[in-house]
């Protein structure tokens, strides 16, 4: 992943635990040099795609309606990669584009999530170019839930964007954000 900085009012750094546990919606994003690069790179340097998905990355945070978490996948044509604030700086991280994601507690995971309950390869988060974002469980004795429903080792569960999604002791929603249309978002 590839951070950003975000910048708070709050005088003091919480631990993740902490920043968990309460949220500071006064805070603010700003956008670095480097996840401007990496959006540039996935998106092959079209400026108007960059432009059209720089606003739904900083807002994102604003999309959430269950918890202050989230995994954001985004598309452009065929190319997919995340944002997400889970981090223990809360800043906003992008990915390159890909088509398959680890969320776990192990650094090489993309989404490295450093929680109580959550495995080291906890859950994948794929994507298919004709049917979207799909969560699959890696087998963890704490699960994967979407909604409240555990998912079953290895059961394949394809997103909607506003899913509430829980690993381990943490809950997160999952947006969507297309760039282009893509032919299953009917």
Known sequence: MIPS????????????NDALASHDSSSTVVSPPWMLDTLFRNLGYD????????????TAQNHCYRTT???????????????????????????LCASRWLLGRSRRCTVAMSLP???DCHAALNFDPEQGFLLTDLGTVGGTWVNGRRLAP???????????????SL???????????????D
């Open 69 to 95: 978490w989230y995994v954001q996948g985004i598309v452009s044509e065929d190319r997919a990669f995340l944002s997400t604030n889970i981090n223990s700086d809360r800043t906003i991280q992008v990915t």
């Open 47 to 58: 400026l108007e795609q960059v432009a059209d998905v720089i606003d739904p990355i900083l």
């Open 117 to 119: 309950g959550i495995a």
């Open 171 to 185: 809950r997160f929603e999952f947006l969507q954000q297309h760039c282009a249309p893509s032919p299953w978002d």
């Open 5 to 16: 900085r975000s910048f708070s009012t709050d005088a003091e750094q919480c631990s993740f």
């Open 154 to 168: 290895a059961q394949r569960h394809y997103l909607q964007d506003g899913d509430l999604i829980k690993l381990g």
